[in-house]
């Protein structure tokens, strides 16, 4: 009973764990993600359905890499195995961002196409992704450094959410006015959060960050309605042409995504630098 219990405490209190499977779940939901999103043109291109077989195989590469290490305590076998699907998923991302440009930006080379291009940074999530991975295998956990890495690449997924909600709703002119309220929420996360790379910062201004990140919930869930709505008035009576071609489902609830992670970094980060918690 004694093990079991240190066993439990290990499992609910190892931030590089978290960062596993938080890495794993996103990696499985991308799945749907890319079916739905490359379902608008049925997969015309061959390659379009690399993102899709990656992320059906990579959740389970990693968990058996986690096996590995938590039940067999063969580390070498998880660090591989990471490294791997790390460096795979930033090769997917980088060829991802390079694909989605093609398809209009590099031929005309304007903010306009851009703009109506395929959303040229989503892929960037799986770039993401592949880096907490390699982070998480070359850093120590238990340092601060740890924590900032992962606040950084949090830092670095609202950055990509500011520059997303600018161009998805610019191609309709935000014709409504919250559709402002991603873009200007992400630019006051992006505020705060680099503020403890660049310095020392008290226990209150964590805080404070941990306050600013409960409003990107909102605005992710509210957004999530919003799309949701919009996608059941949409034209057809289908549901699934509506959910292709409308307004992305799951595309608000990347801000819920990153505050997940963001709040792992500020938890470490607290935790390295005051006896207190959150």
Avoid at 26 to 54: C, K
Avoid at 100 to 114: A, Q
Avoid at 169 to 177: K, M
């Amino acid at each position: 009973m004694i093990r079991d219990h240190e066993e439990r405490v290990v499992w609910y209190s190892d931030p590089k764990l978290w960062v596993e499977l938080f890495v794993l779940v996103n990696l499985a939901f991308l799945t749907l993600d890319i079916y739905i999103a490359h379902s608008i043109n049925q997969f015309r291109r061959s390659a379009e359905y690399v993102p899709f077989y990656f992320s059906l195989c990579a959740p389970a590469v990693l968990a058996v890499g986690l096996a590995a290490e938590h039940k067999w305590h063969h580390s070498t076998v998880w660090r591989d195995l990471g490294y791997l699907v790390g460096w795979s998923a930033v090769a997917v991302g980088v060829a991802g961002v390079v694909f989605h440009l093609d398809s209009r930006f590099f031929y005309e080379r304007t903010l306009k196409s851009l703009t109506y291009a395929a959303p040229f940074a989503a892929p960037l999530a799986y770039s993401g992704l592949g880096l907490l991975l390699i982070m998480n295998r070359m850093v120590d956990s238990k340092t601060l450094e740890w924590g900032q890495w992962v606040l950084l690449l949090a830092l670095a997924g609202f950055f990509g959410n500011f520059v997303l909600s600018l161009t998805d709703h610019a191609s309709n002119g935000f014709f409504r006015s919250a559709e402002w309220i991603p873009v200007i929420s992400s630019a006051v996360a992006i505020g705060f959060l680099i503020v403890p790379l660049l310095m020392p910062v008290t226990s209150k201004f964590l805080q404070l960050c941990a306050a600013v990140l409960g409003l990107q919930v909102v605005v992710g869930v509210l957004g999530f309605c919003f799309h949701a709505e919009a996608n059941l008035r949409g034209p057809s009576v289908y549901i699934w042409d509506n959910l292709v071609n409308g307004a992305p489902p799951m595309a608000p609830l990347l801000f819920v995504n990153l505050v997940l992670l963001a709040v792992i970094g500020l938890w470490v980060i607290h935790k390295r630098t005051s006896k207190e918690f959150i």
